[in-house]
C-alpha cells in the first residue's frame, strides 16, 4: 500500500512564499520520479516540477524562475519551495510519484490527496 502525504499548504499573500512537502510511504523498491502537479478550477492537472531520482529536474515554463524542487531518496521526501507567489498560483497542489514496488515490477503513478494554496492580492 503505497502512500502519498502532502503538507505545507495554505493562504499567502502575492510576493510571499510557502514550502511544500511530500512523504512517501509503504513498500517500495524505488521512486523512479517524484513530483509536483497542480489544478486550476475547470482545468485539467498539469505540471508543476518533477525530479528524477538521479536529480534531474524538470520545470513548467510559468514556475521556472520562482520555484525549486528537491528530493531526500532515502527518506522517499520531495520538496517545492515556491518563491515571489501570485495569484495565479492559486490552485490544488498534487504530489506524484512514479514507483517500483520490486526490481522487476512494472512502473505504477501514485498521487497524493491533494492540498490548496491559495495566493491573495
Known amino acids: 500500500q503505497v502512500q502519498l502525504v502532502e503538507s505545507g499548504g495554505g493562504l499567502v499573500q502575492a510576493g510571499g512564499s510557502l514550502r511544500l512537502s511530500c512523504a512517501g510511504s509503504?513498500?517500495?523498491?524505488?521512486?523512479?520520479?517524484m513530483g509536483w502537479y497542480r489544478q486550476f478550477p475547470g482545468k485539467q492537472r498539469e505540471l508543476v516540477a518533477t525530479?528524477?531520482?538521479?536529480?534531474?529536474?524538470n520545470y513548467a515554463d510559468s514556475v521556472k524562475d520562482r520555484f525549486t524542487i528537491s528530493r531526500d531518496n532515502v527518506r522517499r521526501m520531495a520538496y517545492l519551495q515556491m518563491n515571489n507567489m501570485k495569484p495565479e498560483d492559486t490552485a490544488v497542489y498534487y504530489c506524484n510519484a512514479v514507483v517500483l514496488l520490486t526490481r522487476m515490477s512494472v512502473e505504477r503513478a501514485y498521487w497524493g490527496q491533494g492540498t490548496q494554496v491559495t495566493v491573495s492580492s
Open positions: 509503504g513498500s517500495i523498491y524505488n521512486i523512479n520520479t
Open positions: 525530479m528524477t531520482s538521479e536529480g534531474t529536474p
